[in-house]
């Protein structure tokens, strides 16, 4: 069983930065690849990045490429998105996920079901 906890959301300007964390539970986290997830209003759940569990493998949507990444510390069992010259078409809920029982060509293809575990999600708002 892994619980997943995201923090960090806010609201910010375009072209602005933040860092959300997602903190979870559980003694085989180093083994889990993670990804980060959204969802705007009226819209499907969007594929946003993928970390390996190692940390040694990352992967993106083509839509934040160059603008977010994706690390994770072991030691703390968080996973992090950093978020650079945010745009308003990147206002959603930020979800975390984790993915135990999926491999790595399989988690970044990028769909929900393929992850097991979710957190709450947490707010981003984008001004322009």
């Known amino acids: 069983q892994v619980q997943l906890v995201e923090s960090g959301g806010g609201l910010v300007q375009a072209g602005g930065s933040l860092r959300l964390s997602c903190a979870a539970s559980?003694?085989?986290?180093?083994?889990?690849?993670m990804g980060w997830f959204r969802q705007a209003p009226g819209k499907e759940r969007e594929f946003v990045a993928a970390?390996?569990?190692?940390?040694?493998?990352?992967y993106y949507a083509d839509s934040v490429k160059g603008r977010f990444t994706i690390s994770r510390d072991n030691v703390k069992n968080t996973v992090y998105l950093q978020m650079n010259s945010l745009k308003p078409e990147d206002t959603a809920v930020y979800y975390c996920?984790?993915?135990?029982?999926?491999?790595?060509?399989?988690?970044?293809?990028?769909?929900?079901?393929?992850?097991?575990?979710w957190g709450q999600g947490t707010q981003v708002t984008v001004s322009s």
């Open positions: 996920a984790a993915a135990p029982n999926s491999p790595w060509g399989t988690v970044v293809a990028g769909h929900p079901n393929e992850y097991d575990y």
């Open positions: 559980g003694r085989t986290f180093s083994r889990n690849h």
């Open positions: 970390i390996s569990g190692s940390g040694g493998n990352t």
